[in-house]
């Protein structure tokens, strides 16, 4: 074994004592960051890997629509579309804002017009239905989400009523359409807020007559074969369709949500990251102290033949030594931590009597946490790197030793 | 020609401006015993520090087997520290970290790899120095006089072609002292090395073949049988 490396364990870990204070206090501190940053992300990652599968569950892998216009040649679209190889389903939808009242209490959700037999196929709406049952579900009902439902204090089985513009611009030419009355079959939840507060489903034909779009729809969803990427191939469609005809992935269809996403991720590990650094000043200060007491013992190891640069790559080792064991240590911690989250949380929850509280806003009973390769060789090297960083200044300060004068120093 | 192993020429040692050594000309031969003594201040340690390659003269020339070893740079210099010397000092020799037989064993360490015979060799020194068993003792519970004995080991570890003393026995008590510089002595003859020795006992500098004071910035040879006369 070098020397240096030799020198250097045996500095953080001295003969005939069990452990030294300034070495496990380090590496405690390094293993406090590294861990507090993988489970912060871990969990992070795993909500995201939520969010993101409900959207897809939600809305399909792709979309193709006329530019937010109607789309009226819609049967030859879907044919050309159900010839691609990667498309697994597809089905048509179309939407508009409508007024829903019921016990004269009214609001104003988008109503979703769904070709049902299709889009069971895209969407696995039955795992969404709280209350009642897609069964009945015809033209003549609406599948509310929990969230409207009790904001007018529907229930499965009450029968709302529906007005659309079209009665508004009929007022004008003095003729009056009654309002369609539906009954609720359902109620659903996504878990995806932008779902649940404001939609509301019903037969595609239903919108159709509703807002007077005839054959017209909105656009068409797609779900698509095993391990085609949704982005790559409506990069590819797009080359074959014609403006204002055009195809987006659920990623651009969601963009500023991923962004979001995405940004706080960075930005929480950029806030975590300061841990690291804190650390890294404790390592800093409490090295240099030691270079000061050891200036002797530097003197005595340039005298029995070392060099006064491999006394500074023995303190340089010692930060890696730190760096890589609390990475190891704060990894390890952090799996364990992360594998138990749950019964964490639970005795957290109990402890503090906030059970119901938190499984009211929460579905914290299944936390989400997926760690990524990647993220941890990220967070390791960094933690590594910082911790080598540490070692810089006390070694620059031994660089200043002379042997002679360190070895009068008592 | 004289047959120096090591020789200073002309050795020159000024620390701000106030000459420390003045014109020092110095050598050891192989096998010699010598020793150094004078007042406290007067340049002793600097001028073995200098012979030892741990601090570097302000003039002169320093002279390995006739090879000029001030324009050796760092990484040469510690390689001969290592080969060529075994230092001993007056006292905190030992690296606090390691135990005894670990502190005995990192000269060799640094100079090579550790083999078993070293090891044996290790082992023996240490009975040599009365101090058998002792290997794997913690170097914080050792007595004064034990860890300058194992100071003495170590220094004997790489076989060194010459061996500086810098008062080793300065914070013993007498009788320790005694025992201790006899296994210097010893020791030395045996592994067939010189012995460069400060001291103000003159007990030990009469048992060295050449004596020599330093005063005044200069060094003279010194003869105990005739100052006594
Ligand atoms: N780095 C330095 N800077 C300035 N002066 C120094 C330095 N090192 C040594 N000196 C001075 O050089 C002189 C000689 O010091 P040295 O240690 O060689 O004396 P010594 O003969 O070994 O004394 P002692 O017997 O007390 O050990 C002293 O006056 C000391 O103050
Ligand atoms: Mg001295």
Redesign the pocket.
């Given at each position: 074994m070098n020397w240096c490396l030799y020198l250097a364990l045996k500095q953080l870990f001295p003969t005939g004592k069990r452990f030294s204070f300034f070495s496990i206090m380090s590496i405690i501190g390094v293993a406090l960051g590294v861990m507090v940053l993988f489970v912060v992300q871990s969990v992070m990652n795993g909500f995201q890997h939520e969010i993101r599968q409900t959207i897809i569950a939600t809305q399909g892998e792709a979309r193709v629509n006329a530019n937010n216009g109607v789309l009226y040649n819609a049967d030859s679209l879907g044919n050309f579309l159900k010839n691609q190889s990667e498309v697994a389903a597809l089905a048509r939808y179309a939407y508009g804002i409508g007024m829903l009242e019921y016990n004269n209490r009214s609001i104003f959700p988008i109503i979703k017009g769904i070709d049902f037999e299709n889009e069971i196929k895209i969407v696995e709406l039955q795992k969404f239905i709280k209350k009642g049952n897609l069964q009945n579900f015809d033209n003549r009902s609406i599948i509310l989400s929990s969230e409207l439902a009790s904001q007018i204090g529907a229930t499965v089985g009450s029968s709302v009523e529906i007005y659309s513009p079209m009665m508004l611009k009929a007022l004008q030419t003095n003729e009056i359409i009654l309002p369609r009355t539906l009954k609720v079959v359902a109620t659903y939840e996504t878990g995806y807020r932008q779902a649940d507060e404001n939609v509301a489903m019903v037969m595609l034909d239903t919108v159709q007559d509703l807002y007077g779009l005839e054959e017209g729809v909105h656009g068409i969803s797609l779900k698509l074969k095993p391990d085609v990427r949704p982005e790559k191939f409506a990069f590819e469609l797009n080359k074959n369709l014609t403006y204002p005809i055009h195809a987006a992935s659920w990623q651009e269809i969601n963009k500023d949500l991923l962004f979001v996403l995405k940004t706080e991720k960075t930005m929480m590990f950029f806030i975590l990251v300061f841990i690291l650094l804190v650390a890294a000043f404790s390592i800093t200060s409490s090295m240099t102290i030691s270079v000061i007491r050891k200036t002797r013992e530097i003197g005595l190891i340039n005298a029995l033949g070392g060099t006064i640069r491999q006394c500074e790559a023995c303190f340089m080792i010692q930060g890696l030594i730190i760096g890589i064991a609390g990475s190891v240590i704060g990894i390890a911690v952090g799996a364990l931590i992360l594998k138990f989250r749950n019964d964490i949380i639970s005795v957290f929850v109990k402890l503090c009597g906030i059970e119901d509280f938190m499984l009211k806003f929460y579905s914290f009973a299944n936390m989400p946490a997926t760690y990524q390769l990647g993220d941890i060789f990220t967070l390791v090297t960094f933690a590594v790197v910082i911790c080598c960083l540490a070692g810089v200044l006390p070694a620059r300060k031994i660089a200043k030793i002379?042997p002679?004068?360190a070895l009068?120093n008592e | 020609m004289n047959d120096y192993i090591v020789e200073l020429k002309n050795i020159q040692?000024k620390?701000?401006n106030?000459f420390?050594l003045k014109d020092v000309n110095f050598g050891i031969r192989d096998r010699e015993t010598v020793s150094i003594c004078?007042?406290?201040?007067?340049?002793?340690?600097?001028?073995i520090?200098i012979m030892g390659l741990l601090e570097f003269p302000t003039h002169g020339n320093i002279f390995w087997e006739d090879q000029n070893v001030i324009i050796c740079n760092a990484k040469r210099l510690s390689q001969m520290r290592a080969k060529i010397f075994g230092y001993i000092f007056?006292r905190c020799n030992l690296i606090p970290e390691l135990n005894v037989i670990e502190n005995i064993l990192f000269p060799k360490r640094i100079t090579s790899k550790i083999s078993m015979p070293d090891l044996e060799l290790a082992k023996e020194l240490l009975q040599r120095v009365r101090l058998g068993g002792f290997e794997n003792r913690n170097v914080w519970t050792l007595s004064g006089g034990e860890s300058q004995r194992v100071a003495v080991v170590r220094a004997m570890i790489n076989r060194p072609r010459i061996v500086i003393a810098?008062?080793p026995t300065g914070s013993l008590d007498e009788k320790s002292a005694h025992i201790t510089m006899d296994m210097i002595i010893n020791l030395c003859r045996e592994y067939d090395s010189s012995l460069l020795l400060?001291t103000?006992n003159q007990l030990f500098a009469k048992k060295m073949q050449t004596s020599y004071i330093?005063n005044n910035s200069e060094l003279k040879p010194f003869d105990y049988a005739k100052s006594e006369q």
């Open positions: 002379k002679a004068d009068r | 040692k620390f701000e106030v420390v004078g007042t406290s201040g007067a340049g002793k340690t600097t001028l520090n007056q810098d008062e400060i103000h330093l």
